[in-house]
């Protein structure tokens, strides 16, 4: 009896020693534990995703590519298949499993070390979103202690939904939606039970098992999962069998963020870290959604870079890109090129090195195959001299004057099959120094649909369509008419064009503006200045208007730039952005009012919630008789003046070109009712681009390659003439009414009552008139004097 009492005091002290330790263990491993808030509050770094208008992906931003999703927006076999390679008895505990833990002990035990840990999917959402990744029994009493609170906070589904949102998968994806992405080109939601369990493999060990690796560890592993969820009753053995016979065909989901639309992305990038700052643009999971149309991008891309290329092409032979030392070089050159025949197949550019040159072409190498460029592809390569034309310089004719070997030249492919010797038939091709852009917009809301800033984004990140301020020579004069329009002229107004000359007194120099033909045509019709782009008329027009009006109705019309306060100001010499011109001639494309380019349609959080709209911005700025005025005339721009290159478009189109002194800018402004779209085109350091290279010639191309590519989404439209415009038949000689015996008349709108109302007599010599083009700015001082 005494033995039993003390056997049973003993008990009790073992028992207060083993409580008072587990309290102290306890106290020793709960000390300074984080706040569970941090999970109950899940919010993990998110990819935020941009969308074009037609809800397609335009691009993504992230620190980690992870996309939130809920277990229903999973496909069913998903959680489970985790489930089974994870933790099988998850919705029965309590967030510590006793029976894996003491598995793992003993595993432990015997290997001598931590090799396993059985953690439960609770405690592993406490060891990545909690406290640190290290390998310690204090860790784990810490995770234990975390995962019973977590239990008690959250429900099984929101701790398994955190859990298969944060969890590492290897290929730079975390979670189960960008997992899937990035193994099987597919959505969470759409993976089969095959492709479930592979991913639910993952976790154990993403780098072993990482099916593009290591694609036989991880079917591996896969059918242990599988096995893991028929053993649960999960799946029946069919299903099992039919899991395991899957092929899987693993793919990456495309990523266009860097691609399609590069420099629409860019502006879409910089706007949401002023509006809501770098943090959450790359962890917030917004989802945007902006006026982009793929479409549209891609047709504009291509657009600039053709332009471009012809250009470059028209200046001459800049040279290789590099000259190689040797043979040696040669080897090296070629190692490194080992995918080129691809990327030619693929219809990129690519780098290849000279063998040998003899006078019909050249024989080229890359990678391990050999090229041959014929001479017939050289005949571009003339010397570079801005002050001749192309067609004034004889054609290259021996490609031994354009190409040495160990020269290292770009290359594209011009046929598929090889020649009689083995040869891949390629062409000599030249990078464009000279950069351009294209903004295009609905006019109806001032959607931008297609921004593209340069040739490459990836050589400059410089956006030529937003924030190149350029001259826009006589792409303003549409802008000078319009107010001439409201001040006393008529599209049948006589202004002479003679030669004008003008002394700044105050540095004693002299401006002699010129038409861009260097002649002069008399008396001349407001019609035909504008149609055939002449400097003088536009110069006396705006001298008779006065400056001050030119430069309130550029305003007006929405114009941001520091204006000269001389009649400079009427051939261009302000300086403005791409979009911003396109907003002044929104103007004229809506009938008088005009709307603010607009990129972002909505912004929402990442569970989903109106976070940011916008709504198209307008306002007026010209009469709608004024604007169908101008319009009409812009027209017979393209149908028979500088503009006429775009007439194969083969629909009502209205347009100007521009073109700065020396050729050194040249634009095309172009719009249907539908759409508007501007070009640019000029050297980054203003220089000039050579002789002929004008609005016409190097801007309006690059207009019409685009439009052709997507006119076919829209119906045809022609510009609806609103009250209180009439038409009337002027002699092209005196502005006059037309009489029977006319040579040569036009129809041209008027506002009513404004039109002329004597009628010309018989007459039977030719239109004074002569053909035009496009012309340069120019400026001096403020104080200006007319020397007679």
């Known amino acids: 009896m005494k033995i039993l009492k003390i056997g049973s005091v003993i008990l009790i002290v073992l028992l207060l020693l083993a409580a008072a330790t587990g309290a102290g263990v306890y106290y020793w491993a709960a000390r300074e534990l984080p706040r569970i808030e941090k999970i109950t509050d899940y919010n993990p770094p998110l990819t935020t995703t941009v969308y074009t208008r037609n809800k397609k992906i335009l691009g993504y931003l992230s620190r980690e590519n992870r996309f939130l999703?809920?277990?229903?927006?999973?496909?069913?076999?998903?959680?489970?298949?985790?489930?089974?390679?994870?933790?099988?008895?998850?919705?029965?505990?309590?967030?510590?499993?006793?029976?894996?833990?003491?598995?793992?002990?003993?595993?432990?035990?015997?290997?001598?070390?931590?090799?396993?840990?059985?953690?439960?999917?609770?405690?592993?959402?406490?060891?990545?979103?909690?406290?640190?990744?290290?390998?310690?029994?204090?860790?784990?009493?810490?995770?234990?202690?975390?995962?019973?609170?977590?239990?008690?906070?959250?429900?099984?589904?929101?701790?398994?939904?955190?859990?298969?949102?944060?969890?590492?998968?290897?290929?730079?994806?975390?979670?189960?939606e960008a997992a899937a992405r990035e193994y099987f080109a597919k959505h969470a939601g759409e993976l089969n039970l095959a492709e479930s369990a592979m991913l639910a493999g993952l976790p154990k060990a993403p780098a072993r098992y990482n099916p593009y690796r290591h694609p036989e560890r991880a079917r591996s592993r896969q059918e242990y999962v599988l096995q893991q969820m028929r053993d649960q009753g999960w799946i029946t053995q069919q299903e099992y069998q039919n899991a395991t016979a899957t092929e899987l065909e693993f793919a990456s989901m495309a990523d266009p963020t860097w691609e399609t639309g590069p420099y629409y992305m860019e502006e879409v990038r910089r706007w949401l870290v002023d509006h809501y700052g770098e943090e959450t643009t790359y962890t917030g999971g917004l989802q945007v959604y902006t006026a982009a149309d793929l479409e549209h991008q891609k047709a504009a891309k291509k657009a600039v870079r053709f332009g471009l290329e012809a250009s470059t092409k028209r200046r001459g032979w800049r040279g290789p890109v590099?000259?190689?030392?040797?043979?040696?070089?040669?080897?090296?050159?070629?190692?490194?090129?080992?995918?080129?025949?691809?990327?030619?197949?693929?219809?990129?550019?690519?780098?290849?090195?000279?063998?040998?040159?003899?006078?019909?072409?050249?024989?080229?190498?890359?990678?391990?195959?050999?090229?041959?460029?014929?001479?017939?592809?050289?005949?571009?390569?003339?010397?570079?001299?801005?002050?001749?034309?192309?067609?004034?310089?004889?054609?290259?004719?021996?490609?031994?004057?354009?190409?040495?070997?160990?020269?290292?030249?770009?290359?594209?492919?011009?046929?598929?099959?090889?020649?009689?010797?083995?040869?891949?038939?390629?062409?000599?091709?030249?990078?464009?120094?000279?950069?351009?852009?294209?903004?295009?917009?609905?006019?109806?809301?001032?959607?931008?649909?297609?921004?593209?800033?340069?040739?490459?984004?990836?050589?400059?990140?410089?956006?030529?369509?937003?924030?190149?301020?350029?001259?826009?020579?006589?792409?303003?004069?549409?802008?000078?008419?319009?107010?001439?329009?409201?001040?006393?002229?008529?599209?049948?107004?006589?202004?002479?064009?003679?030669?004008?000359?003008?002394?700044?007194?105050?540095?004693?120099?002299?401006?002699?503006?010129?038409?861009?033909?260097?002649?002069?045509?008399?008396?001349?019709?407001?019609?035909?200045?504008l149609v055939k782009s002449r400097n003088l008329v536009t110069i006396r027009v705006a001298r008779q208007i006065g400056i001050d009006t030119v430069i309130r109705r550029a305003k007006t019309l929405g114009l941001e730039a520091e204006f000269p306060r001389d009649l400079s100001v009427s051939l261009g010499s302000a300086s403005v952005t791409l979009t911003n011109l396109c907003q002044a001639f929104s103007g004229f494309a809506r009938m008088g009012s005009i709307v603010e380019p607009r990129m972002i349609l909505r912004v929402e959080d990442s569970w989903g919630s109106e976070i940011y709209s916008s709504e198209p911005s307008t306002h007026g700025a010209i009469s709608r008789q004024t604007a169908y005025i101008i319009t009409d005339l812009l027209q017979q721009v393209v149908q028979g003046g500088t503009g006429w290159r775009v007439r194969a478009l083969g629909r009502p189109v209205a347009g100007k070109t521009g073109t700065t002194d020396e050729q050194k800018d040249a634009w095309f402004m172009g719009y249907?009712?539908?759409?508007?779209?501007?070009?640019?085109?000029?050297?980054?350091?203003?220089?000039?681009?050579?002789?002929?290279?004008?609005?016409?010639?190097?801007?309006?191309?690059?207009?019409?390659?685009?439009?052709?590519?997507?006119?076919?989404?829209?119906?045809?439209?022609?510009?609806?003439?609103?009250?209180?415009?009439?038409?009337?038949?002027?002699?092209?000689?005196?502005?006059?009414?037309?009489?029977?015996?006319?040579?040569?008349?036009?129809?041209?709108?008027?506002?009513?009552?404004?039109?002329?109302?004597?009628?010309?007599?018989?007459?039977?010599?030719?239109?004074?008139?002569?053909?035009?083009?496009?012309?340069?700015?120019?400026?001096?001082?403020?104080?200006?004097?007319?020397?007679?």
């Open 69 to 176: 999703r809920s277990l229903k927006e999973m496909a069913d076999s998903t959680p489970k298949a985790f489930l089974a390679a994870e933790d099988s008895s998850f919705y029965e505990h309590e967030g510590i499993d006793l029976l894996g833990i003491f598995r793992a002990a003993i595993k432990n035990i015997q290997a001598g070390s931590i090799v396993q840990g059985g953690s439960t999917i609770t405690q592993q959402v406490i060891k990545s979103l909690l406290l640190t990744p290290e390998r310690s029994y204090k860790r784990k009493l810490k995770e234990a202690i975390l995962a019973y609170r977590l239990e008690k906070h959250l429900t099984k589904d929101e701790i398994l939904t955190i859990y298969l949102n944060q969890i590492y998968l290897g290929h730079g994806a975390y979670g189960v």
């Open 322 to 529: 590099e000259e190689l030392n040797g043979t040696a070089e040669l080897k090296a050159f070629l190692d490194r090129s080992g995918d080129t025949l691809q990327r030619l197949q693929e219809g990129k550019w690519v780098k290849v090195a000279v063998d040998q040159v003899k006078k019909g072409g050249a024989v080229v190498r890359f990678g391990n195959a050999t090229g041959w460029i014929d001479v017939s592809t050289m005949g571009w390569c003339r010397e570079i001299n801005p002050e001749k034309a192309p067609e004034e310089v004889p054609q290259v004719k021996d490609a031994r004057k354009v190409l040495s070997p160990f020269d290292v030249v770009w290359a594209s492919l011009l046929e598929e099959e090889l020649d009689e010797q083995g040869r891949r038939r390629l062409a000599l091709e030249q990078r464009p120094v000279v950069q351009g852009a294209l903004a295009s917009l609905d006019p109806e809301t001032g959607n931008l649909l297609a921004a593209v800033g340069g040739y490459s984004f990836e050589e400059s990140q410089f956006n030529r369509a937003t924030q190149a301020k350029r001259q826009t020579g006589s792409a303003f004069k549409p802008i000078v008419y319009s107010a001439a329009l409201d001040n006393g002229f008529s599209p049948a107004s006589m202004v002479l064009d003679a030669p004008i000359v003008y002394t700044d007194t105050s540095t004693n120099s002299t401006w002699k503006p010129e038409n861009y033909e260097r002649r002069t045509f008399g008396p001349t019709l407001l019609r035909t200045a």
């Open 672 to 788: 249907a009712p539908y759409l508007l779209t501007g070009v640019f085109v000029g050297f980054d350091e203003p220089r000039p681009m050579g002789k002929y290279e004008t609005g016409s010639r190097a801007a309006a191309p690059i207009w019409l390659k685009y439009r052709e590519k997507v006119e076919q989404s829209y119906p045809v439209q022609d510009f609806k003439k609103p009250p209180g415009i009439v038409m009337a038949r002027i002699d092209a000689q005196n502005g006059l009414l037309a009489g029977p015996g006319t040579e040569t008349s036009y129809l041209l709108p008027f506002k009513a009552g404004t039109q002329p109302s004597k009628v010309s007599p018989a007459r039977s010599d030719d239109e004074a008139a002569g053909s035009g083009g496009d012309e340069g700015s120019g400026g001096q001082g403020d104080r200006l004097k007319r020397i007679f």
